[in-house]
């Protein structure tokens, strides 16, 4: 992918607010409970290796991504705390995750099976594994008991090739003002736990919503992932927060060509819009492509403190706003962040698009170059 550094959109990822956000966040543990930090996709769209770096400079002692790649990215970078794969990864590919002291989950005993031909190498260290038990979020994990034992079997059968080294779930709807389906899964997560004789190293289940709003829960270690990045995993469903989350990205651009257009004429693919009297338009390099959607038509951007209004259909690599007036070209377009008195926020851009500021923020193009602003050193 060719990153667009000629260009003068940017997303800007402010260090010192996803540093605080860490710091906040550890202040409220108990002194056994570290912090995890969630970094994959690319950082939810901050750039993995940054937000790991100023994860671990605020205490973060672990990492999770979703993939082995990202797991390899982090090892390639000379980081070497705890990583844990979030997904299930291929069985053949488990010499790899050990080699590199990388944790993955298990959530049946075949995956094991399949396993262990690939982990028979004397030279390898055991691989870590967690053990997942699905208490309701129904996408991967052990479902009962006895399918849980059957496997800590063929484990504890093969300590050369296995090490257990924690045991998690994760919640659906920690971020959800009613807890009826929370409290569920906690009371499955506890059943599972009564059943083993001893508890791994890591025993983990809380994401960012339940380390806000359910923090009896957490477990020793805690996997925080949005609210690193200064964003409410409920959206608005709970303002309150027990300390601030300072949004750390923002995204900028600049106007890239600037014209008056007749009552009447056209703007953009379909000559959607049509200007109900002599209008400025401003043109900003950044579409689709770069993950800024199409249905964002109709919503608006900042310039010089003021909202304006993107006409026409969003293209691929540009889309139009009205102008109050005439602006040269260059003048800052913010598409998200402040400008003067006003913000636009990632929750404001999900809100318009329908859909959560988590899907804005990871689907931003790598085409797009991440800034760092207030850096950590
Ligand atoms: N743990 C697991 C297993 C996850 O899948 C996630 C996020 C987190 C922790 C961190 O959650 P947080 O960002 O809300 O703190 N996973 C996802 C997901 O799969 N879709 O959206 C978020």
Redesign the pocket.
Same mark, same amino acid.
């Given at each position: 992918m060719v990153t667009a550094t000629l260009r003068p959109t940017r997303v800007r990822v402010n260090e010192t607010a996803i540093f605080e956000n860490v710091q906040h966040a550890l202040a409220q543990l108990k002194e056994e409970t570290a912090l995890f930090a /969630?970094v994959?996709a690319d950082g +939810?769209g901050h750039g993995l290796l940054r937000v790991a770096r100023v994860a671990q400079k605020a205490g973060a002692s672990g990492f999770?991504v @979703?993939v082995l790649d990202e797991a390899l990215a982090l090892r390639q970078a000379g980081f070497t705390a705890p990583i844990l794969v979030?997904g299930i990864i291929e069985p053949a590919y488990a010499a790899i995750a050990a080699a590199n002291h990388v944790a993955v989950p298990v959530g049946s005993a075949a995956w094991l099976d399949e396993a262990l031909p690939h982990l028979q190498d004397p030279a390898l260290p055991p691989l870590r594994v967690h053990l997942a038990m699905d208490t309701g979020m129904g &996408?991967i994990g052990f479902r009962d008991v006895a399918a849980l034992k059957a496997a800590c079997a063929v484990a504890v059968a093969n300590p050369q090739a296995f090490e257990i080294e924690g045991l =998690?779930t994760?919640f659906a709807t920690?971020?959800e003002p009613d807890t009826t389906y929370f409290k569920l899964q906690v009371a499955r997560f506890q059943a599972f736990l009564a059943a083993l004789p001893t508890k791994p190293r890591y025993v983990h289940v @809380?994401? *960012? @919503?339940t *380390?806000l709003w359910h923090q009896a829960c957490n477990g020793n270690v805690i &996997? =925080?992932? /949005? @609210?690193?990045y200064g964003l409410n995993?409920s959206g608005r469903a709970i303002e309150a927060t027990p300390y601030p989350l300072k949004p750390a990205m923002s995204l900028v651009s600049t106007l890239s060509f600037v014209k008056q257009i007749e009552a009447g004429e056209a703007v953009s693919y379909g000559a959607t819009y049509h200007a109900a009297e002599a209008e400025w338009i401003g043109t900003v390099p950044m579409g689709y492509a770069d993950g800024w959607l199409r249905r964002l038509q109709g919503f608006h951007v900042l310039v010089d403190g003021q909202f304006c209004e993107i006409v026409g259909r969003v293209c691929m690599d540009q889309f139009m706003i009205r102008l109050p007036h005439a602006y040269p070209t260059g003048t800052a377009v913010v598409l998200v962040g402040q400008s003067g008195d006003q913000t636009i926020t990632l929750q404001d851009v999900a809100d318009y698009s329908q859909t959560?500021h +988590?899907e804005i923020a990871c689907g931003l193009a790598a085409r797009l170059p991440r800034e760092s602003v207030a850096p950590v050193k």
């Open positions: /969630v994959k +939810y999770c @979703a979030l &996408r =998690f994760h920690a971020d @809380a994401n *960012s @919503a *380390s &996997r =925080f992932g /949005v @609210a690193m995993p959560i +988590y």
